[in-house]
T-cell receptor, first 114, second 114 residues
Framework: GESVGLHLPTLSVQEGDNSIINCAYSNSASDYFIWYKQESGKGPQFIID?????DKRQGQRVTVLLNKTVKHLSLQIAATQPGDSAVYFC?????????????FGQGTRLTINP | KAGVTQTPRYLIKTRGQQVTLSCSPISGHRSVSWYQQTPGQGLQFLFE???????NKGNFPGRFSGRQFSNSRSEMNVSTLELGDSALYLCASSLGYAVGDTQYFGPGTRLTVL
């Protein structure tokens, strides 16, 4: 399998519980933030995104919260399932005028215990 | 709709050689970005191409180069390989017109330099 960061922060939760993954970003001018999920041997998979003019956005079983004051993002996953086990990355797009340039956080390894 | 494809999936090279990686974006996407993923440095932006032009560049030496063709397919080249170039190389495609255009990743090419 893939080794995505040997010293990642880890989070272990029981199946069915809710999980919260946190991320700090650096660029106060960033306008667009994304959460990706990466499973072993795969590329990052888009989960949910949020623009800077919002502080909360909900998807299916996931919610992203944005606190621009302290430059903090969080991803909440409700009723976790074994398939949620993966490494989760936050990213900010610091590109200008359509240019794409993602800056990624270090990632958090989420483990779901049966 | 087919996702982002990358070839080859695995490569083994020796120091001093050069390598070319290929990425085919999602149909209709005009932006292709390349990222390097290592356990020590995480996910780092290499460069982005849009309509055959490099629009953004990360902090990598000139040994790393790329290009994009008129059909939006992209190639990345690394010359004079070093041991530290061993990594998972990911490409991502997006529409490329706005910062909020989602980037979708391919499965990556695993490069090992011996």
């Amino acid at each position: 399998g893939e080794s995505v960061g040997l010293h990642l922060p880890t989070l272990s939760v029981q199946e069915g519980d809710n999980s919260i993954i946190n991320c700090a970003y650096s660029n106060s001018a960033s306008d667009y933030f994304i959460w990706y999920k990466q499973e072993s041997g795969k590329g990052p998979q888009f989960i949910i995104d949020i623009r800077s003019n919002m502080d909360k956005r909900q998807g299916q079983r996931v919610t992203v919260l944005l606190n621009k004051t302290v430059k903090h993002l969080s991803l909440q996953i409700a009723a976790t399932q074994p398939g949620d086990s993966a490494v989760y990355f936050c990213a900010e797009n610091i590109g200008i005028e359509g240019a794409q340039k993602l800056v990624f956080g270090q990632g958090t390894r989420l483990t779901i215990n049966p | 709709k087919a996702g982002v494809t990358q070839t080859p999936r695995y490569l083994i090279k020796t120091r001093g050689q050069q390598v070319t990686l290929s990425c085919s974006p999602i149909s209709g996407h005009r932006s292709v970005s390349w990222y390097q993923q290592t356990p020590g440095q995480g996910l780092q932006f290499l460069f982005e191409y849009f309509s055959e032009t490099q629009r953004n560049k990360g902090n990598f030496p000139g040994r790393f180069s790329g290009r994009q063709f008129s059909n939006s397919r992209s190639e990345m080249n690394v010359s004079t390989l070093e041991l530290g170039d061993s990594a998972l190389y990911l490409c991502a495609s997006s529409l490329g017109y706005a910062v909020g255009d989602t980037q979708y990743f391919g499965p990556g090419t695993r490069l090992t330099v011996l």
